[in-house]
């Protein structure tokens, strides 16, 4: 009988063991895709820069809202740019916060044009990075990063982030 006692706590240590979380990260890819609009000339306003719809590879379809919160503009029709934006998923509501940062350019130097800044739906390309910031739900601990673009032109736009995350 006293020897049974050892062997019992060694299963006992290999079950618990087996119960525990890895404490490494899952690393993956991550790829996400938006329909955007201003929400001007729509039935759908936007009290964002942009507001979406689209996909996020493995895990559904998501809505996205971005904001401006640097834009300093250059003599060559460029502007540095920065944006946070908010991606939830239509699942279960699930939250990834993403900054962004990179140089948008408008071609023809169109964002110079007379009239442009007053007006509505100039195009413009966006080429930067992206980090993760925090989530919630799945994307709790979330890290992450990669490479971010997009274009709009009039009330429409297009946006991707593409590289990885890691989840715990």
């Not at 404490?23 to 895709?33: E, R």
């Amino acid at each position: 009988m006293r020897k049974a006692g050892p062997l019992v706590v060694l299963v006992l240590a290999v079950e618990l063991l087996w119960l525990v979380p890895s404490a490494s990260a899952h690393t993956g890819p991550f790829d996400a895709a938006f329909r955007e609009t201003l929400g001007r000339a729509t039935s759908r306003p936007c009290a964002h820069f942009l507001c979406g719809t689209g996909t996020v590879s493995g895990y559904g379809s998501a809505t996205s809202i971005t904001d401006i919160t640097l834009f300093e503009a250059s003599s060559n029709g460029c502007a540095d740019v920065a944006l946070v934006r908010t991606i939830t998923l239509d699942a279960d509501g699930s939250t990834l916060n993403v900054t962004e940062s990179g140089v948008v350019c408008f071609p023809g130097r169109s964002s110079t044009a007379p009239g442009a800044q007053v007006s509505f739906g100039n195009p413009g390309g966006f080429e930067g990075t992206y980090t993760i910031g925090s989530g919630t739900g799945v994307f709790q601990d979330a890290t992450g990063a990669g490479s971010s673009s997009l274009f709009v032109a009039g009330n429409a736009g297009h946006s991707s982030l593409t590289g990885t995350i890691s989840l715990p």
